[in-house]
Each structure stands twice: as C-alpha cells, then as structure tokens.
C-alpha cells in the first residue's frame, strides 16, 4: 500500500513549484501548456454538463488543491464553497488567489479529508483526484462519514483516476514528468462501487472523463472516470 507520509510529503512539496508553472498545473499535475489547456476545457464542460445548476448551491470540495473547481463553481454563483485541503502551502495560494478574484464565498479549511468532520450538509460534495493519493484505510475512514456531508437529495460528484479492469497501484516511483518520487492507488470502477454500496449513496451515472483514442488517456492502465451519486432525499 502507499505511503500516506510520502503522499504528504510530495503534496506539501507541491506548492514549491507554484509561479513555475501555470496556476492550475501545481496541483493537477499537468505540466503540458496545450495539454493543459485541453484538460481545463473538455473536464470543465463535462462536469458542468452533468452537474444541474450550480448557483445557490452549497458545495464541499475535499482535496481541494488550490482551488480551482472551487473556484469554478464560486464562478458559476455557487454561494457557499468550502474547500478541504491538508497541504498547508497549497492552501495559502489559494486564499491568496481566491481575494484576487473577490470570492469571498470560498473558504479553506487546511485539515485531512479522512479526518474531516462537520454537522453541515452541502448540496453537492465533490471530490476530484483525491482518492488516488488515499491508502485503503484512508479512504475507508473518509467513505465512513462521506454520505452524512450529503443534504438528503443532494450530489456527490467524484472524478478520479481509475484501474483499467485491474487495480494499478504507482509505489514511490520516480516521475520524469514530475521530476518527483510519485504514489497513487488506482482502483477500479467497480472497486469503488463495491465500496460506495451501502453507505447511503446511489449512484447515477458514471463514464470515463475522456473517450477514447482522447489525447489525455495517456496511459493504457488507467483512466481519468467521472461518478455521479445521489444521497436519497
Ligand atoms: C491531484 S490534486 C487535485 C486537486 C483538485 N481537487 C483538482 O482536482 O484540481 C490532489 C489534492 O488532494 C490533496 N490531498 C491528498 N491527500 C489528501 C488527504 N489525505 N487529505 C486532504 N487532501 C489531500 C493534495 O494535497 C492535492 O491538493
């Protein structure tokens, strides 16, 4: 399993690069400008086209980055967002970034997704390329609270990587893209049905964020996948 000190690590070294490369690339990992582009626009389109619309919503963005779907749906006059992110530095870039957008409406909270707690309840929960850095316990422990930060009859959107028919699992391997030692645990989708079942979500739709023969399905083990569940109103 990988190490969650390691994930931490590489996660807080993230803000490092932050004025290196583009705003959206510290945490999404994309360091390709036209790459990057791509990624923004046909993922922001796909999100939005599922999701109903998203003002008034409250929302909660866990393993947020530094706030870029939070920002979009700030955009999109979204009126609460909190963003939940436990590299530190990450979250200072984002605060700093969200008074230069005047989105007052986001607020960050520097804490650990599977060790979040709130009595609130969100319109929509999304969790976006966080799962994969979540060693199976973690990812357990924040399963076990996740349907109790759904409104009954609210959303729960989760985009993340995914094991091709098999899970795939990256162990401190060291990434030229990145120039880092990289983990990641990718699941595959009917991992992560299996363990969705009977924590009080149903699903509504899922497909892979890109189809295929797309530019973005870099690699032939795993795939970028988008869920849509609903807590039961
Ligand atoms: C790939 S980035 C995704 C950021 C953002 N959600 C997005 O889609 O652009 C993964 C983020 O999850 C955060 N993260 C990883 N493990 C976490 C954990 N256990 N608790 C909270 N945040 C975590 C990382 O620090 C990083 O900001």
């Known amino acids: 399993m990988i190490d ?5 690590r590489f996660w807080q070294g993230r803000a490092a690069v932050a004025g290196k490369v583009a705003f959206e690339s510290v945490a999404n990992l994309e360091q390709d400008q036209s790459n990057l582009q791509l990624k923004i626009d046909d993922e922001t389109a796909k999100v939005f086209d599922w999701l ?4 008034g919503m409250s929302v909660l963005d866990l393993g947020a980055g530094v706030g870029q779907w939070s920002f979009r749906f700030a955009e999109r006059g979204a009126t609460r967002v909190l963003a939940v992110e ?7 870039i984002a605060e700093v970034e969200a008074r230069r957008r005047g989105m007052e409406q986001v607020e960050f909270q520097v804490c650990s997704a599977e060790g979040f707690d709130t ?34 009859g609210g959303l729960l959107m989760v985009r993340d990587g995914t094991g091709v028919g098999v899970r ?15 983990s990641a645990t990718y699941r595959t989708r009917d991992d992560y049905l299996r363990e969705i079942e009977g924590r009080g979500i149903e699903l ?14 870099k690699y032939p083990e795993t795939r970028l996948h988008l869920f849509m569940f609903r807590r039961p109103a």
């Open 119 to 152: 009595r609130e309840c969100f319109d929509l929960v999304f969790i976006s390329g966080l799962f994969v850095y979540l060693n199976d316990d973690q990812a357990r422990s924040l399963l076990d609270r996740l349907a109790g930060f759904v409104r009954p």
């Open 86 to 92: 436990y590299a530190q530095g990450l979250v200072e």
């Open 204 to 217: 509504l739709r899922d497909e892979n964020m890109f189809e295929e023969g797309h530019p973005l399905n």
């Open 168 to 182: 795939h699992e990256i162990n401190d391997r060291f990434s030229e893209h990145l120039g880092e030692f990289y």
């Open 52 to 55: 109903p619309a998203v003002a």
């Open 4 to 8: 969650p000190e390691k994930v931490r």
